[in-house]
Each structure stands twice: as C-alpha cells, then as structure tokens.
C-alpha cells in the first residue's frame, strides 16, 4: 500500500484533532451545540482505512 500521502495529511489530521471542538464549532455550528463535550472522543482514521477499497 502506498502511503506517500501520508506525511502529507498527518499536520491537517493533527491540527483538526488538537482543535476538534473548535474545527466542529466553526464549521459544524449546528452539531457542535449537540454534543456532549463533557464526554471523551477517540479519532478512528485507521478504522475508516479498513472498510475502503483502495483506489488506483
């Protein structure tokens, strides 16, 4: 598997998970005042990576 993508997305992926309050809150207005922000939330990138076919 290629994953020369990688370093390239890995500061996107780092700012949006140290930011992920204030990235939902700026972009997702609606579903930020939903949540639960008192609960923990766990990233799952590696999990979506297993259930999409790779593409060439």
Do not use: G
């Amino acid at each position: 598997m290629d994953t020369s993508n990688d370093q390239y997305d890995s500061p996107w992926k780092e700012v949006i998970e140290r930011y992920f309050p204030e990235f939902m809150a700026f972009y997702f207005p609606d579903a930020y005042a939903e949540i639960d922000w008192s609960k923990e939330h766990v990233f799952l990138d590696q999990e979506l990576r297993a259930v999409v076919p790779v593409t060439e």
